[in-house]
């Protein structure tokens, strides 16, 4: 990636130059995408939330469901635990990281199975990974595989890219996967903490919406019975949840299975989670109208969804 870091108060110049383009948003220092990184003919979906909330089981699910609709699906998982894609592959993959230290850097040694694995139902599986703890740049780990994939022209035959990113860090760097996708979901449940979460990755996708294409494509609601909060709180900024996924032992199961829901044991409940993944997956791929939301500052939030 080309690091173009923008001009705010009190932050030095990188670079030497004037921006090209305003900042992706007030007092940020930001990484702007190389044009040539940019990911053309599939459809290109971001996926955050809360640490824990079940982010890389929900990307895993809507994968399959996906491949299920007879798409060619890439998930990539940006996470230094390398784990968005084990219950595909039933393996934990090296990261891009791994194998470009493995020869040294010298990126043209290595071949497609170095770092794409294939996994159930022909989901293609990257693990992106991240910097050593304490130093480097997510946004660059994300450049670096996205440089790869383009140069080995696996992106060509590709129907859908799914980015599983870490956590809700929202900094410049774990937002790279923003700078590539089309639509941008937001996994939470009926809890202060996922929904405060899902506020700030909001913010987020916003600011990069300045300047990239990524819109908001709705909220999942994940691991709950109820949704009367996540609700409360769309109505109020303009979020709209585009499903909803209960709080099931069998989705507990299939992680410790490194199983997808798709290959565990069919019960009724189960059954309509699956149901509901290809109904999400068939939305996405008809494609979603972007969300115009008004995020609340942290304040706001904490009053809001505070009881008397």
């Not at 019975?225 to 069998?250: C, S």
Request: aromatic fraction near 8%.
């Amino acid at each position: 990636m080309t690091a173009t870091v923008y001009e705010q108060p009190g932050i030095a110049r990188g670079g030497g130059g004037t921006p090209t383009s305003p900042p992706d948003g007030e007092g940020s220092v930001q990484v702007k995408m190389d044009p040539r990184d940019a990911i053309e003919g599939a459809k290109v979906f971001a996926v955050y939330g809360k640490g824990g909330i079940g982010k890389s089981t929900t990307s895993s699910n809507l994968s399959v469901a996906f491949s299920k609709l007879g798409k060619r699906v890439l998930q990539i998982g940006c996470d230094p635990k390398h784990d968005s894609t084990f219950t595909l592959t039933k393996k934990l993959m090296p990261t891009v990281i791994d194998v470009l230290e493995s020869v040294d850097f010298h990126a043209e040694e290595l071949e497609i199975e170095d770092f794409v694995y294939e996994g159930y139902n022909g989901v293609m599986c990257v693990e992106a990974g991240g910097p050593p703890a304490g130093t480097g740049c997510g946004g660059y780990v994300v450049g670096q595989t996205v440089k790869l994939l383009k140069e080995h022209h696996l992106l060509e035959d590709t129907d859908v890219v799914i980015f599983d990113v870490l956590g809700d860090v929202v900094c410049g760097g774990f937002a790279a996967p923003l700078q590539h996708a089309e639509r941008a979901l937001i996994v939470t449940a009926n809890d202060f903490d996922s929904i405060f979460a899902m506020n700030r990755i909001a913010s987020a996708i916003i600011a990069k919406s300045k300047n990239y294409d990524v819109r908001i494509g709705g909220v999942i609601a994940n691991r709950s019975a109820g949704t009367d909060e996540i609700d409360r709180f769309n109505d109020a900024t303009g979020l709209k949840k585009v499903a909803h996924f209960p709080d099931l032992d069998a989705i507990r199961r299939s992680r410790l299975k490194k199983s997808t829901l798709f290959e565990m044991d069919n019960t009724p409940e189960l059954e309509a989670v699956k149901d509901e993944y290809l109904r999400l997956a068939a939305t996405l791929w008809a494609g979603t109208e972007p969300l115009t939301a008004s995020p609340m500052k942290d304040r706001d939030i904490f009053d809001f969804l505070g009881f008397d």
